[in-house]
């Protein structure tokens, strides 16, 4: 078993910056493809980032490409976003999530086995 738990998020303005972060415990997370997702208010959960095991290859949504920045460190257990010039649409409970299924990146929720439980992120404008 794999637990996740994320942090780092918050209000912020429009334009602003954050980084999030997942910890994991339980096992190492180097032998897992790790994203991340977003939900907001009344919407389904949309696929944010990927990363590989090595954090040699990376995927993003259009949406978050040359704004948002996943990265891990598989010494610390911990896989990061870094959410630069954030928009109000950018709101939404965000989520980490740890696959051992996938050999390559996915951006299908379903084919991860582990969850955190969220971290709120509210950007005004």
């Known amino acids: 078993q794999v637990q996740l738990v994320e942090s780092g998020g918050g209000l912020v303005q429009a334009g602003d910056s954050l980084r999030l972060s997942c910890a994991a415990s339980g096992r190492t997370i180097g032998n897992y493809g790790m994203g991340w997702f977003y939900q907001a208010p009344g919407k389904e959960r949309e696929f944010v980032a990927a990363?590989?095991?090595?954090?040699?290859?990376?995927d993003y949504a259009d949406s978050v490409k040359g704004r948002f920045t996943i990265s891990r460190d598989n010494a610390k257990n911990t896989v990061y976003l870094q959410m630069n010039s954030l928009k109000p649409e950018d709101t939404a409970v965000y989520s980490c999530?740890?696959?051992?299924?996938?050999?390559?990146?996915?951006?299908?929720?379903?084919?991860?086995?582990?969850w955190g439980q969220g971290t709120q992120v509210t950007v005004s404008s």
């Open positions: 999530a740890a696959t051992y299924r996938v050999p390559t990146l996915t951006r299908t929720w379903s084919e991860y086995n582990y």
């Open positions: 990363i590989s095991r090595s954090g040699g290859t990376t």
